[in-house]
Each structure stands twice: as C-alpha cells, then as structure tokens.
C-alpha cells in the first residue's frame, strides 16, 4: 500500500507490542520488533517472513540501542514511527517495595525509552518527518494504592511526552502518548512484578486490590487488537493527538481526575493567590 511505513516496536512478544505489530503487518506496514532472545526473534519473523524483521534488544542495556537502531537505519531502512511500548507493571506498597524495585521499574519503563528515542531522533530530525509513540497508561493521569512506582513511571513518561513534543514539532516529528486503561494483555499477569506483604497495617487496604487485579486479569473490558488499530489511526493521521486514551474507562477515569483537580484548584484559590508579592 502505498503508505506503507516502517514500524520499529519495542517490546513485541506479548500485549500491545505483539497486537499492534500484527494489525501493522497485516494493514502492510513494515514492522522491527525488539525482543529479548533469539527464540522470540524467530517466532516473530514468523509471523511475516517478508515485513516483520526482529532484533534481540533489552531496552535497559543502554550501550547497545545505538548500534541496534544505527544497523536497522542501515540494513532495513529508514525509520518512519517509533513506538515505546516495552514495559511493566510492578505492584507493591511503597512502604514495603525496595528502591531497586523502583529502579528497576524506571529503567525499563522511563529510561529504556528516553534512550530509545534519543538513539532514533537524529534520523527522524534530519529527515524532517517522524512520529514517536510512547505506550504510557491510564495510570500516568489516575492513580490507586499499590502501583505508586508503575504510575511515577508513566507519570514521568507523560510528561517527558509532551515536553518532546514541543522540543521536535517545528522537525515536523510527532510525539503521542498512548495512554491505555484496562485491556486484555499479560500486564496484571505474567507481566508484573509483585512485591510480597509484609505490613499488616496495609491488608484492609490492599489485599481486595490485589485480589480483584489477579481475578480479573484476561477478562478486561478493553480489546487489544481494537487498541492497535486505534494507534494505527493515530498514525495515519497528518495532526495526530499529543494525547489519546484508549478505552472507556480510561475516559471516564481520566475525566473524572481531571474534574476533581479543577474543583480543587477551585476551591483553594485564595490561598494560592496569597503567595504572589
């Protein structure tokens, strides 16, 4: 087709990563996909021996991006749509979840894809054309207990998101955070990490959350194919959105963060104006 583009996707041996390649190969998009063994880089070409080219990247080994998006510039061709989706979720307490936990959790989930983007920016710069997709969540606008370092992370990758934006928009570069609600991918299975209990004063609280997160895990509202093909609308578009949810209940969750935060603003507004001299 004729506006076929290469696609380079983080991360796709499972949840979106996996779904929007397969909507990609299957609209005749060229599509590399980053993987993190030889036995999944296989299994992805596979999936279309002629347009789906994998490449072995951990996105947190941050001496070996460049080289791998330098060789795929070379080899493969030129890089018309990045998008961020390599991730987790960890959930834990912060009381009772370790600093490495957080670490770990902001290297793959904020760090991997700042230095995936740097290391693609110079080509989309120089060609004046590009568009960044970075798969942030629901959870980089709401929150709830017993996911504060997964929603820092996306938190940050917002907000990251947007100051690109501005920084590349006269490069004609587009930058959109993807920001999912509940969906049926691994996210709340396989996919996350899980710091183990160990403060009673948190069961109350807690444990239901935890509970009803494994009960309902494969059976969300949201459709990742349905996802995909949402993106690749986005895509598509010559004024794609600095922002798109995805999902109704991202919507009215979302909406309804927004409508608090401005009541509260609201609410304590002269106290704010108070402070000017």
Not at 124 to 133: A, D, E, V
Not at 175 to 183: D, K, L
Not at 220 to 229: H, I, T
């Amino acid at each position: 087709m004729s506006t076929s583009k290469l696609i380079l996707i983080t991360g796709v041996s499972s949840g979106f990563g996996r779904a929007l390649a397969q909507e990609a190969l299957a609209t005749g998009h060229q599509v590399v996909g980053t993987v993190r063994s030889e036995r999944a880089r296989q299994a992805f070409e596979a999936l279309n021996p002629e347009k789906a080219v994998g490449r072995v990247l951990d996105v947190t080994d941050f001496d070996a991006i460049d080289g791998v998006v330098a060789e795929i510039e070379a080899n493969v061709g030129e890089i018309d749509v990045l998008v961020n989706n390599a991730g987790y979720g960890h959930e834990g307490i912060l009381e009772e979840s370790s600093l490495a936990e957080m670490r770990r959790q902001f290297d793959v989930n904020v760090f991997g894809a700042v230095a995936v983007t740097k290391a693609v920016l110079p080509y989309m710069r120089s060609r004046r054309r590009g568009h960044i997709l970075n798969i942030t969540s629901m959870g980089g606008f709401i929150t709830m207990p017993g996911i504060a370092y997964y929603c820092g992370s996306k938190f940050a990758l917002e907000g990251i998101s947007e100051v690109l934006g501005k920084e590349v928009k006269s490069f004609n570069v587009h930058v959109t955070a993807v920001a999912p609600g509940s969906f049926r991918t691994d996210w709340a299975g396989r996919s996350m990490s899980r710091s183990p209990r160990s403060i009673s004063d948190y069961d109350a609280l807690f444990d239901p959350i935890r509970n009803a997160r494994v009960e309902k895990s494969g059976q969300q509202l949201g459709d990742p194919a349905k996802a995909a093909r949402a993106m690749l609308d986005a895509i598509a578009s010559d004024t794609p959105p600095e922002h798109l949810l995805l999902g109704s209940d991202a919507l009215a969750l979302v909406r309804g963060k927004l409508s608090a935060l401005a009541d509260e603003i609201s609410e304590w507004e002269t106290l704010t104006r108070s402070t000017d001299g």
